[in-house]
Nanobody, 123 residues
């Protein structure tokens, strides 16, 4: 079991930027593919971005390609989500998640979740 703690959310104007961080408590962080999902009020949780255990591969939802960048620092057990050119429709609670070795966008394949961090983008 991996404990995940997100930070970095907040209120930002449209066009602005935020960087989310997710700190993992595990000795084997480098064995985990990591990612971010988000959930807006009244909507299902949706995939945002993922990164392989090595950081060599990244995956993005079409809605955030070219605006968001996922990265990781295995020395610090941390995964990041840099969000640029934010839009009001990016408003949601953002959740960090991970699984051993291979990334999956299927929520049922992802056993580890953080508590979420709120991102609000004003127009």
């Amino acid at each position: 079991q991996v404990q995940l703690v997100e930070s970095g959310g907040g209120l930002v104007q449209a066009g602005g930027s935020l960087r989310l961080s997710c700190q993992a408590t595990t000795r084997t962080f480098s064995n985990y593919a990591m990612g971010w999902f988000r959930q807006a009020p009244g909507q299902e949780r949706e995939f945002v971005a993922g990164i392989s255990w090595s950081g060599g591969r990244t995956y993005y939802a079409d809605s955030v390609k070219g605006r968001f960048t996922i990265s990781r620092d295995n020395a610090w057990n941390t995964v990041y989500l840099q969000m640029n050119s934010l839009k009001p429709e990016d408003t949601a609670v953002y959740y960090c998640t991970g699984r051993l070795w291979t990334w999956s966008v299927d929520i049922s394949d992802l056993p580890n979740w953080g508590q979420g961090t709120q991102v609000t983008v004003s127009s």
